[in-house]
């Protein structure tokens, strides 16, 4: 069964850093284009950054670029997102989404449920 | 960055009616567009890819169309499964855009 399942979010003060994982399960990461995906307060959706299947190639949103971090576990499976010198205005629901092709297509056909990051002094 | 303006806001319908939702893009995205569907507290759902096609195991009823900076997403005879927020999603450029989204509520 194919599954993502996002953790590691919660409340931070401004400057923080926080580290959010996806386990994923029912397909090798290896074998696919991974992202992060997050959705504000307001509803609005931002593509966030990529990784290829091999882990080399990545990309990233100006609004994160230089305090974000993409990685992948092929050992475990799993998708990081390393944030760090966060602001208020990276509160938002953080989902981990699979790309639908092995090369970059980007459009996002499975989804984990979300982990939370709220940014607060 | 490709704006995307979808139109519009909320759509108030009934069930078995037919809905017609709108994107547009401030520039040319051929036909990279996708739409999605988002129910409370879950995730995005993939329904549509590249302004056509459906993703698998999307209903008939579900349909996109357009090219360019002009797209539509139909949904034939509304299921109550159906109300949700609906966005459509360009990968022509970097980054990918989303749209503010449409709500299709029960009317």
């Known amino acids: 069964q194919v599954q993502l399942v996002e953790s590691g979010g919660g409340l931070v003060k401004p400057g923080g850093s926080l580290r959010l994982s996806c386990e994923v399960s029912g397909f090798r990461i290896s074998d696919y284009y991974m992202n992060w995906v997050r959705q504000f307060p307001g509803k609005g959706l931002e593509w966030l950054t990529y990784?290829?299947?091999?882990?080399?190639?990545?990309n990233y949103a100006d609004s994160v670029k230089g305090r974000f971090t993409i990685s992948r576990d092929t050992a475990k499976n799993s998708l990081v997102l390393q944030m760090n010198s966060l602001e208020v205005e990276d509160t938002a629901v953080y989902y981990c989404?699979?790309?639908?092709?092995?090369?970059?297509?980007?459009?996002?056909?499975?989804w984990g449920k979300g982990t939370r990051v709220t940014v607060s002094s | 960055e490709i704006v995307l303006t979808q139109s519009p806001a909320t759509l108030s319908l009934s069930p078995g009616e037919r809905g017609t939702l709108s994107c547009r893009a401030s520039q040319s995205v051929s036909t990279s567009l996708a739409w999605y569907q988002q129910k409370p507290g879950q995730a995005p759902r993939l329904l549509i890819y590249?302004?056509?096609n459906r993703a698998t195991g999307i209903p008939a009823r579900f349909s996109g169309s357009g090219s360019g900076t002009d797209f539509t997403l139909t949904i034939n005879s509304l299921e109550p499964d159906d109300f949700a927020v609906y966005y459509c999603q360009q990968r022509s450029d970097w980054p990918g855009t989303f749209g503010q989204g449409t709500k299709v509520e029960i009317k």
């Open positions: 989404a699979k790309d639908s092709g092995v090369r970059l297509v980007g459009y996002m056909d499975v």
């Open positions: 590249d302004a056509s």
């Open positions: 990784v290829n299947h091999d882990g080399r190639s990545t």
